[in-house]
């Protein structure tokens, strides 16, 4: 058998042994569908199919060994196929991209621009909105990459996982607050502190609120804001403190304002999920190693 009448093989078996219908969706003749099964029947000295008056049941073990590898070698051969096809052309087609804004602003600043222009076939759709929605989006497969905070609520086996950033959340605050005297701070001397912080559509929201719950803190949540600029900016002329991404600092030019580190932080771990499939085509494989190969460095 060549791959075509592997492919029919498989169709026959697929159709529950009815010749009838399996030829229907193959688009040739019944009989010369028979006659392919027969004569390699006849050639090997075996028999793939149980018969009855001679109409096909079900599959002997010689025919479900058969079936098993056949599926395998024609699943095999389509994907090569597609990737000779995809080989033959350049990078082009969509790729959506889930990321919150801070994150955005803070680690892709410089990706996400080069590698448009590093790729002008290519439609990159970036979506920047808060880690729950991008998480909804991400298992209603409706976006092919998204980058969210671990640790993040997804089943094992939904998504691939890969960290490409570890740091913690730091305080920033003006530089004449209190607390600013301390080179680190402890979570108790947040009690009572006024505060502007991400809202709940953010996980560093959740991270924050389950920190204050264990070390028993209780702040005063005066601001919260879906942007971290504005967080940032809120603190430099009031003694609110504001807790952010460690690497903000990497972007801050605001005279007056300072990061303090904690003795015990909350991590700040970035990791990308792509949607486990079967398949994966060559722009998806192309865009995921540029994402890889930039946050390796």
């Known amino acids: 058998m060549d791959i075509r ?10 159709s529950k042994c009815n010749l009838s219908a399996a030829s229907k969706k193959l688009c040739i ?18 028999r793939l199919f149980e018969r009855y008056n001679g109409r096909l049941q079900n599959l002997t073990n010689s025919g479900e060994i ?42 892709f ?15 990159f759709d970036i979506v920047e909105l808060g880690a729950f929605e991008l998480k909804k989006m991400l298992l209603s497969n409706s976006l092919d990459f998204a980058v969210l905070l671990q640790p993040i609520d997804i089943s094992p086996g939904v998504t691939n996982e890969f960290l490409l950033y570890t740091g913690e959340l730091t305080a920033f605050m003006a530089a004449d607050n ?20 991400f809202n709940s559509d953010f996980m560093i929201h959740h991270h924050l609120m389950d920190k204050f719950h264990v070390q028993n803190v209780r702040p005063k949540i005066a601001v ?14 009031t003694n609110l ?3 952010l991404p460690s690497p903000i600092h990497n972007l801050l030019n605001i005279q007056g304002i300072v990061e303090r580190k904690f003795h015990d932080p909350i991590p700040w771990r970035i990791a990308l999920h792509q949607p486990i499939k079967n398949r994966y085509s060559r722009l998806e494989k192309y865009v995921l190693k540029i994402m890889l190969d930039h946050f390796g460095k």
């Open 109 to 123: 600043f410089d990706l996400i621009p080069n590698m448009i222009l590093d790729n002008p076939d290519i439609k």
């Open 178 to 197: 209190p607390l600013a005297v301390h080179e680190k701070l402890a979570w108790s001397q947040l009690n009572g502190q006024p505060m502007a912080i």
């Open 5 to 14: 009448h592997l492919e029919y093989f498989v169709e026959v078996v697929n």
């Open 241 to 243: 403190l504001t807790v």
């Open 66 to 107: 058969f079936y098993k590898n056949a599926v395998e070698i024609v699943a095999n051969y389509q994907t090569m196929m597609s990737d000779l096809r995809e080989s033959s052309v350049s990078y082009k087609g969509r790729i959506k991209i889930g990321i919150p804004p801070l994150i955005s602003s803070v680690a």
């Open 224 to 237: 919260t804001s879906a942007n971290w600029d504005f967080l940032l900016l809120s603190t430099k002329r």
């Open 29 to 46: 003749s019944q009989p010369a569908l028979s006659a392919l099964i027969r004569n390699f029947e006849e050639g090997e000295n075996l």
